[in-house]
């Protein structure tokens, strides 16, 4: 179910965005648009600058998607998955792959970033989601070091807590820097990360693991969450 969800996303953004983000920032090149264009930014600064943004940018759009409500019944589907493992990284529902590719590729134009800045932030998307979503216990020292610059599978494992007042913290996917900066960091769960109950309480692991179920999931209200 979660591995479908990525092919049925990327069959929607395909037809309905076929420019995609690296299209958009090719696009916008050649139109000359964009904050770091019209600053004369460019080269392996711009390109920092541009991914440290295009960061910022999903984090903003994390948040959004738990605090806005439409939002969070289409990226509840992520939540609902009783076991954090890297196909968690990747499941989220169709119309979450639309919506946030339309951002990003707002995002992309509005910042100016190049081709390869947004090649490259992808590919750390992509990694790093797959990396903070896995089934791993890094020894208590080395989580101790990365949790300073980006996102543990121990930090992340929190934002998959059963409970609210922890689903709705640690936003960031790449760095940790922004939940620090925007008051939205929890460093350890309450019942500690071995015993950390996953998923959604009103969704039982039945219709968490149907992709029928899943897919129909955003037309259903949420119990008081």
């Known amino acids: 179910a979660n591995l ?4 049925l996303g990327a069959v929607l953004n395909r037809l309905l965005l076929p420019l995609g983000a690296v299209g958009a920032a090719l696009w916008a090149e050649q139109q000359g648009l964009g904050m770091l264009r019209w600053l004369g930014l460019d080269g392996g600064w711009g390109a920092l600058i541009a991914i440290l943004l295009l960061d910022l940018g999903i984090y903003s759009q994390h948040v959004a998607f738990h605090r806005i409500g439409w939002l969070w019944r289409i990226h ?6 009783p076991d954090l493992d890297t196909t968690t990284g990747v499941r989220f529902h169709p119309l979450e792959y639309l919506l946030s590719m339309a951002w990003k590729i707002v995002l ?3 910042i100016g970033a190049d081709a390869a800045a947004v090649i490259i932030f992808e590919i750390l998307l992509n990694a790093l989601a797959l990396f903070n979503h896995a089934d791993w216990r890094l020894p208590v020292g080395l989580d101790r070091l990365l949790r300073l610059v980006i996102v543990t599978p121990d930090v992340h494992a929190v934002h998959h807590s059963v409970r609210p007042d922890e689903h709705h913290r640690n936003f960031g996917f790449n ?5 620090r900066l925007f ?11 071995a015993q950390l109950d996953i998923g959604l309480a009103d969704v039982p692991a039945s219709r968490a693991l149907s992709l029928a179920a899943l897919l129909l999931m955003p037309l259903q209200r949420p119990a008081g969450d």
């Open 183 to 193: 008051g939205t960091w929890r460093a350890r769960p309450a019942k500690g990360v």
């Open 108 to 110: 992309v134009v509005a």
């Open 4 to 7: 479908a969800m990525v092919a």
């Open 175 to 179: 760095l940790t820097a922004w939940d």
């Open 76 to 81: 509840r589907m992520h939540h609902a998955d």
